[in-house]
């Protein structure tokens, strides 16, 4: 169970880490696009882009969490490894 637990953590972490290459790159496309909109579609533009750097942070927090979880998940399997090797001493 605790090797399951591990890869679905390493999934969600190159999840996550594909979703911030990607809002990246949506954030880039949006910039470059701002000086051919007029001033009211470079209002909204920002507003997206802003939008798109929250859900960065957030993904970045959610990264973040999945790591600390993975060393702890991690930890405990070494501990448990041990634990398994001393019963069969």
Aim: no cysteine; aromatic share 2%; glycine share 0%.
């Amino acid at each position: 169970q605790s090797q399951k637990r591990i890869k679905k953590m390493k999934r969600e972490q190159m999840e996550q880490a594909s979703l911030i290459q990607q809002i990246e790159q949506d954030i880039e496309s949006k910039k470059a696009t701002l000086p051919d909109l007029t001033l009211d579609e470079q209002v909204e533009r920002e507003d997206e882009i802003f939008n798109l750097k929250q859900n960065k942070e957030e993904a970045l927090l959610r990264q973040t969490d999945l790591k600390k979880q993975l060393s702890q998940e991690e930890k405990r399997q070494d501990q448990l490894r041990i634990k398994a090797r001393e019963l069969k001493w």
